[in-house]
């Protein structure tokens, strides 16, 4: 008997071990997989978040989970790009095909060189094709029309949801033309959307909505007040897309937008102390390789999370921006630090001392 095809649930845990937060998001993308793994279709998703709260991870725990299983070999042809890189091909014409053709790449390496052409091209009929960096590809910046973008994004359309997209076969796949059906394929855009926030604060404030954001009355500390409480996903309509520079026919390919939230301080706290490629991990192993050992007390780490969260631009970024200036005087010299055998150890005191300017 084979294996049934893992549920929604299952991937998210799975998921999770790597994503920290962003409980939408992986919700919408494990539906998505358990679709593609049990042979349906899916709806392609638009994932729109600020800058470091996880869109790249998220794609990158994807990949990861669909290569560690290879049982679900025949429907995870997965590929990654930026839509610059897209954008760049769409200068030089034919970038539909180059996703084609990394798909094809991908299906090889693990069906490996005897594999025949149908088998092939059953998996790229299958595969996720992952486009990072999507709001690069925008049909206007600052203004002037942004030639590269637009035809970047012709060159999706063509390839979402078309039944036949021509496709030049390489020679060692046999060459001559093919027909693809695309109908089959899992796409997954992300980008940050910067501006997107304030366009759509100022529509509904000063703009043409003028007025449509209420202010509320919040008491505090019992003095009452009025407030502006703007959630950009409840105010978020196609519209702004469509104003930021992407085009309707091109969003309209995507079913399901999802937008990720910013990181609370305790979610980067996680990301701090158990993400594999945090600051942390990297001067942890930097000191083994000294032979000591650094350790880091709650609050201390606290504080770092709290200093990177005054940084919303960077997101989880700021994790590893604060946490040199706190690390760098003591990797030259470890010395400055206090230890206990071969153990430094990193208190509060340390931190604010590093992040107040005065350094150790
Ligand atoms: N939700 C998250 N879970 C785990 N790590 C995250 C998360 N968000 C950001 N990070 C960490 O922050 C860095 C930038 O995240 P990334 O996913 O590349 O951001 P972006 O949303 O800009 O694509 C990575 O090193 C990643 O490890
Ligand atoms: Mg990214």
Do not use: C
Request: charged share 30%; hydrophobic share 40%.
């Amino acid at each position: 008997m084979t294996t049934p095809p893992p549920t929604p649930k299952q991937i998210a845990t799975e998921l999770q071990g790597r994503v920290i937060g962003q409980t939408r998001a992986v919700r919408e993308m494990s539906i998505a997989l358990a679709k593609v793994l049990a042979g349906l279709r899916s709806s392609n998703i638009l994932l729109i978040g600020p800058s470091g709260t996880g869109k790249t991870t998220l794609m990158r725990a994807v990949e990861t989970y669909l290569s560690e299983n290879p049982r679900f070999g025949e429907h995870s042809t997965v590929i990654r790009f930026h839509a610059k890189v897209l954008a760049d091909l769409a200068e030089e014409g034919r970038p539909g095909e180059v996703v084609l053709r990394r798909l094809l790449e991908k299906a090889r390496q693990s069906l490996g060189d005897d594999a025949t052409r149908e088998q092939l091209l059953v998996r790229v009929r299958r595969g996720i094709v992952f486009v990072d960096e999507v709001d690069k590809i925008r049909s206007h910046v600052g203004g002037e029309l942004h030639s590269a973008g637009i035809r970047a994004q012709e060159a999706l359309l063509t390839l979402i949801e078309n039944d036949s997209v021509p496709f030049t076969l390489p020679d060692w796949a046999g060459g001559g033309r093919e027909s693809v059906d695309s109908s089959g394929l899992l796409f997954v855009a992300a980008g940050a959307f910067e501006g997107l926030y304030d366009a759509v604060y100022n529509r509904v404030t000063i703009g043409a909505d003028k007025g449509a954001l209420k202010s509320v009355t919040v008491v505090d500390d019992g003095k009452i007040r009025e407030e502006l409480q703007f959630r950009l996903e409840e105010w978020l309509r196609y519209d702004d897309l469509f104003e930021y520079g992407m085009s309707p026919q091109f969003l309209a390919r995507f079913d399901s937008m999802v937008l990720l939230e910013d990181l609370a301080v305790d979610e980067l706290i996680r990301i701090f102390l158990e993400t594999e490629d945090s600051g942390l991990h990297q001067a942890q192993e930097y000191f083994a390789s000294q032979g000591l050992r650094l350790a880091i007390s709650p609050s201390a780490v606290r504080r770092i999370a709290v200093e990177a969260s005054a940084h919303p631009r960077l997101g989880a970024r700021a994790l590893k921006e604060v946490f040199r200036r706190v690390i760098r005087d003591y990797e030259f010299d470890p010395s400055l630090a206090k230890a206990s055998g071969s153990a430094l150890m990193l208190d509060e005191p340390e931190v604010d001392r590093a992040l107040d300017g005065e350094g150790p």
